[in-house]
């Protein structure tokens, strides 16, 4: 155990510089080849929109500078939290989390969100445990999906976002799985847009990656938020620490967001 922890901590260490971490190779080598070769460029619609977001951080790394574009427009928007993120720090037990880890991540979220201009009344909190959304029961699942359904019938809105299908997570993936579920017993005509967090850095291509996973591509250049989003991912104070800086540098230098508009079937 303690050699595991001893070779994650170097792991950590030298994933920070580009030549010695194949990941952030993987990574950069795929979001390139999409922004240049095989995207679309997307402008932000009048459509309202429900972001799902797995846990506090997500909404923001993923889809901050167009939360923040729909909003400066006054679309409505509201984010749904699926966990409660009090498992964030479990891969990095030598990073202490803070007290109240949970209360903690709300408030995070909250204030972030209040960042890009979304209001508290608009923020709705689940509170499923971290990293159980691919173990809960039957009937916990379809609870979920019908509390997914009641939100979605009652706010109608033009497009959901939710973490890529294949994000390599199994709360990120079973978001979607949930999501895909709620959708179409939902009956409510829709655009779904899959943002990504862990796709690139996770999902080997080749390996769990298709091409034909990465099909449907559209990039949303949010240069003139960029600022906004980077203040409101600076929030996430109990994740800073543990997130790779790699990772988090990727989501503050972007120029653009990534969706896909992709409708594979699960
Ligand atoms: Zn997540």
């Not at 080598?29 to 070769?37: A, G, S």
């Not at 620490?241 to 990772?247: A, D, E, G, N, S």
Request: hydrophobic share 40%; aromatic share 10%.
């Amino acid at each position: 155990m303690q050699i595991i922890m001893y070779l994650t901590k170097i792991f950590y260490k030298v994933g920070d510089i580009p030549i010695f971490n194949p990941l952030y190779i993987h990574a950069y080598m795929i979001h390139q080849w999409l922004l240049n070769f095989r995207s679309q460029p997307l402008s932000v619609n009048q459509k309202s929109a429900i972001i799902f977001s797995p846990h506090q951080d997500d909404e923001t790394l993923g889809c901050g500078g167009l939360i923040a574009l729909k909003r400066e427009m006054e679309i409505p928007i509201k984010v749904i939290f699926l966990t409660d993120g009090q498992k964030s720090h479990t891969a990095t037990p030598w990073i202490k989390p803070p007290d109240n880890l949970i209360q903690v991540r709300k408030q995070e979220a909250t204030t972030a969100l209040h960042i890009l201009g979304v209001e508290v009344s608009d923020i709705h909190f689940f509170e499923l445990t971290d990293s159980t959304l691919s173990y809960l029961t039957s009937e916990q699942s379809e609870n979920t999906i019908k509390s997914i359904v009641e939100l979605i019938q009652t706010f109608k809105p033009g497009e959901i976002y939710v973490p890529h299908r294949k994000d390599n997570h199994s709360d990120h993936e079973c978001t979607y799985k949930f999501l895909k579920v709620a959708v179409e017993q939902s009956k409510i005509e829709l655009e779904i847009l899959q943002y990504s967090i862990w796709i690139f850095w996770l999902s080997p291509l080749f390996i769990k990656l298709r091409f034909s996973d990465l099909t449907g591509a559209y990039r949303l250049c949010i240069n003139s938020v960029l600022e906004q989003k980077k203040r409101a991912v600076t929030v996430y104070k109990s994740q800073a620490p543990i997130l790779p800086p790699r990772v988090i540098k990727s989501f503050l230098l972007n120029h653009h967001e990534i969706f896909f508009k992709t409708q594979a079937k699960i």
